[in-house]
Nanobody, 123 residues
Framework: QVHLVESGGGLVQAGGSLRLSCAASGGSFSLYTMAWFRQAPGKEREFAATITWSGTSTYYADSVKDRFTISRDNAKNTVYLQMNSLKPEDTAVYYC????????????????WGQGTQVTVSP
């Protein structure tokens, strides 16, 4: 399993942008499909975006499609989430996740979680 550490969260106004990073260690990062999930207060953790080990395939939740972009740099053992046109409903703790699977959209399939980073979008 890999150890994951997120960074880049913060407070931003609606319409703004943030870039989250997730640094991996302790495993063969390039073999893992990576994903971002998020959890808003009082709600279940939900899928946001995923990218395959090679970076050739990505998939997004409808709620973030066309606004968020997931990418990875296997040389740096890091996955990113570029978030544009942020909305107050994007406010959540964002978690990095990893698994040896094709696309990672189901939280039950996750084998490694990061500790999470808070993103708050003000109106």
């Amino acid at each position: 399993q890999v150890h994951l550490v997120e960074s880049g969260g913060g407070l931003v106004q609606a319409g703004g942008s943030l870039r989250l990073s997730c640094a991996a260690s302790g495993g063969s990062f390039s073999l893992y499909t990576m994903a971002w999930f998020r959890q808003a207060p009082g709600k279940e953790r939900e899928f946001a975006a995923t990218i395959t080990w090679s970076g050739t395939s990505t998939y997004y939740a409808d709620s973030v499609k066309d606004r968020f972009t997931i990418s990875r740099d296997n040389a740096k053992n890091t996955v990113y989430l570029q978030m544009n046109s942020l909305k107050p409903e994007d406010t959540a703790v964002y978690y990095c996740a990893a698994a040896r699977t094709y696309l990672l959209t189901y939280r039950g399939s996750v084998t490694s979680w990061g500790q999470g980073t808070q993103v708050t979008v003000s109106p």
